[in-house]
């Protein structure tokens, strides 16, 4: 079983982060952090922050890189939420406003709508 989350390089993914890591602590489970970035600096930076929740949290983590293409990650993300012992999903949002939504689309918005799993979303 395990809480999995996805992040993104914003204060929200980082929200996420540290949600992920109570919500496994929580349910006694893992803590999977998926689409860490590429970069190797920005990925040591989400390593460090995931490994602190996960510790703080006295929980086990487990990191998944993000996609190789640039893209997004989200059929990805959503390709391991599909998969068994899966118990949560979790994600960082911020508030848009209705036309935003309309002209933007939303990463965030396609995991809510299509998710296998119950979502937590949480805010930063």
Same mark, same amino acid.
């Given at each position: 079983?395990?809480? #999995?989350?996805?992040?993104?390089? /914003? ?8 949600? =992920? $890591?109570?919500? $496994?602590?929580?349910?006694? /489970? ?40 640039? =893209? ?5 993300? #959503? $390709? $391991? ?10 994600? =960082? ?11 933007? =689309? ?13 979502? #937590?979303?949480?805010?930063?």
């Amino acid at each position: 079983m395990s809480v #999995l989350v996805f992040h993104k390089p /914003t204060p929200e993914g980082a929200e996420a982060v540290r949600a =992920g $890591a109570q919500q $496994a602590a929580f349910f006694g /489970t893992t803590l999977v952090v998926h689409n860490l970035p590429h970069d190797a600096a920005e990925a040591e930076e989400v390593s460090a922050l995931a490994s602190g929740a996960a510790a703080g949290a006295g929980v086990e983590l487990i990191t998944v890189l993000g996609p190789d293409d640039g =893209g997004t990650g989200v059929d990805e993300f #959503l $390709a $391991a939420a599909d998969e068994p012992g899966v118990d949560l999903l979790v994600l =960082g949002i911020r508030h848009r406003t209705p036309v935003g939504k309309l002209i933007l =689309g939303s990463t965030e918005q396609q995991i809510l709508l299509d998710a296998p799993r119950p979502v #937590l979303a949480v805010k930063a």
